[in-house]
Antibody, heavy 121, light 114 residues
Framework: QVQLVESGGGVVQPGRSLRLSCEAS????????MHWVRQAPGKRLEWVAV????????YYAESVQGRFSISRDNSKHTVSLQMSSLRAEDTAVYYC??????????????WGQGALVTVSS | DIVMTQSPDSLAVSLGERATINCKSN????????????LAWYQQKPGQPPKLLIS???TRESGVPDRFSGSGSGTDFTLTISSLQAEDVAVYYC??????????FGQGTKVEFK
């Protein structure tokens, strides 16, 4: 069965950096795009970033463009989110999610349990 | 970005009764070339990640009970729970994937017991 396990969350001061990782299993990892989606306390889900199956294309939400970077290692079945210049408004649970399609970007058919990132001094 | 708006924000339903959640997009998410609506529904229970229920506006995922159904086209969509069960108490989100790579979600609808 598909499993996505996030790690790397924690408390970080404003302006600092943090790296999240997601380890995937149960599917052909190098065939699917992978996403990060976040949810601030009491807020709606917000898509953050996506990386294509081969890692050649990355896209970001405007709110994180230039500060966050998504990458993947297909040999290790992992996807990462490097977050820099963190702000209080980046405080959220960050979910790793698998795209449903191996051809196009579509919807998210499996989600990890999430990693809490708290940006606070 | 495409804005997704759900109504109501919360809904109290008696056990066994019908629950209806609406989702509206500010532009059509129907792709003319394949006549598919690029809309998904997710269920999120407290302390859990979202779970995919329905894709393409009306295609139920494997293992999702048939009391869940999706309908609508263009800009107006509905998720219906035909007979609310205890385990259905959750927040439900709609999502458009028409305008990739700019996925957007509705604000969520909380379904509770009356």
């Amino acid at each position: 069965q598909v499993q996505l396990v996030e790690s790397g969350g924690g408390v970080v001061q404003p302006g600092r950096s943090l790296r999240l990782s997601c380890e995937a299993s149960g599917f052909t990892f190098n065939s699917y795009g992978m996403h990060w989606v976040r949810q601030a306390p009491g807020k709606r889900l917000e898509w953050v970033a996506v990386i294509s199956s081969d890692g050649s294309n990355q896209y970001y939400a405007e709110s994180v463009q230039g500060r966050f970077s998504i990458s993947r290692d297909n040999s290790k079945h992992t996807v990462s989110l490097q977050m820099s210049s963190l702000r209080a408004e980046d405080t959220a649970v960050y979910y790793c999610a698998k795209d449903s399609s191996s051809i196009f970007f579509t919807y998210f058919d499996h989600w990890g349990q999430g990693a809490l990132v708290t940006v606070s001094s | 970005d495409i804005v997704m708006t759900q109504s109501p924000d919360s809904l109290a339903v008696s056990l066994g009764e019908r629950a209806t959640i609406n989702c509206k997009s500010n532009q059509s998410i129907l792709f003319p070339s394949n006549n598919k609506n690029y809309l998904a529904w997710y269920q999120q229970k407290p302390g859990q990640p979202p779970k995919l229920l329905i894709s393409w506006a009306s295609t139920r995922e494997s293992g999702v009970p048939d009391r869940f159904s999706g309908s609508g086209s263009g800009t107006d969509f509905t998720l219906t729970i035909s007979s609310l069960q205890a385990e259905d108490v959750a927040v439900y989100y709609c999502q458009q994937y028409y305008d990739t790579p700019r996925w957007t979600f509705g604000q969520g609808t909380k379904v509770e017991f009356k």
